[in-house]
C-alpha cells in the first residue's frame, strides 16, 4: 500500500496552534469567532472553515493536572466509509487520489449528498457543513502543495517535529520507532488506528484522555442506510465498485 500519510507525534505538541493558524491562511479561510468558554482550546470545535484544530484537554492524575494536545483533522481513511456513502448518491463527489491517497470533497456535488449520512460514517466524526451553502468540507491534505512536491502547510509550520509528513512506509516506519522510544517512559503509548487511516497519532495515554475520537468511534465501514441503499440497488452498488 503506497502513498502519503502524516505522523503526528502528540509527545512533541506544544498546542502552538500554528499548524491550526497555517491551515487556515493557506486555505484562505476566514476567522472563526471564538470566545472564552474555560479552555486553552479555540473555536470550540472543528468548523466549514476550520479544517485542523489543536484540541487542548486537562485531567488529574495522581494528584498531578496533566494536560494533551491533539491537532485534530481528517485522517484520510485507508477505506473511507463517507465515500461509501457519497458514491451512493453521486459519483465523484468525494475521490481517492490514487497518488497520494488523499480523500478529497468536491463542495458543490457534496449538496447532492446527505449530510447526516455522511458525517455518521465518519467514524472520527470529522465533516463539517455550511448551513447558508449545503457544502462540506474538511482538510484536503493540502493536496496542491503535495502534488507541487511541498510539504502540507500545518507540517511546514510545526517547529517541535510534531507533525511529519512523507511516504506510507516510511512514516510508519517512523512511528513504530518514536513508540518505542516513548514506552520507555510512557508504558501506555500507543498509535492510534496505524493501519486504517493515513493520519498516525502518537499518544502517551489512553487515547480517550486527549479526545473522545481520537480512535474510531466504531469500526470503519459502509453505514447502515448505505448498505440498504445498496442492497436495493445492485446495479449502482457495482458500478461504484467498478
Not at 479544517?51 to 491533539?70: D, I, N, P, Q
Not at 485534530?72 to 463527489?93: F, M, N, S, W
Amino acid at each position: 500500500m503506497g502513498g502519503k500519510s502524516f505522523f503526528i507525534d502528540t509527545s512533541r505538541c506544544t498546542a502552538c496552534r500554528g499548524c491550526q493558524i497555517a491551515c487556515k491562511e493557506w486555505h484562505g479561510l476566514p476567522a472563526t469567532p471564538t470566545k472564552q468558554w474555560g479552555s486553552h482550546q479555540n473555536p470550540k470545535d472543528l468548523n466549514f472553515y476550520t479544517y485542523k484544530l489543536v484540541r487542548f484537554s486537562e485531567h488529574e492524575k495522581r494528584g498531578k493536572l496533566v494536560w494533551y494536545f491533539f491537532p485534530d483533522q481528517c485522517r484520510h481513511c485507508i477505506e473511507p466509509p463517507c465515500k461509501d456513502v457519497a458514491d451512493g448518491y453521486v459519483k465523484g463527489a468525494i475521490v481517492k487520489d490514487s497518488e497520494t491517497g488523499a480523500i478529497i470533497y468536491n463542495l458543490e456535488l457534496m449538496k447532492k449528498v446527505p449530510f447526516d449520512e455522511v458525517r455518521e460514517a465518519c467514524p472520527y466524526n470529522i465533516p463539517r457543513q455550511d448551513e447558508k451553502t449545503g457544502m462540506v468540507a474538511k482538510c484536503d491534505m493540502c493536496i496542491d502543495r503535495v502534488k507541487a512536491g511541498l510539504l502540507p502547510m500545518c507540517v511546514k509550520t510545526c517547529p517541535t517535529g510534531a507533525m511529519n509528513f512523507g511516504e506510507r512506509d516510511e512514516m510508519l516506519a517512523l512511528a513504530q520507532k518514536r513508540l518505542a522510544e516513548v514506552k520507555r517512559k510512557f508504558p501506555n503509548a500507543q498509535l492510534c488506528d496505524p493501519e486504517d487511516v493515513r493520519v498516525i497519532y502518537l499518544v502517551l495515554d489512553n487515547p480517550k484522555l486527549y479526545h473522545k475520537f481520537a480512535i474510531a468511534s466504531v469500526t470503519p465501514g459502509i453505514t447502515r442506510k448505505a448498505a440498504l441503499r445498496k442492497l436495493l440497488n445492485p446495479v449502482g452498488f457495482l458500478q461504484t465498485l467498478g
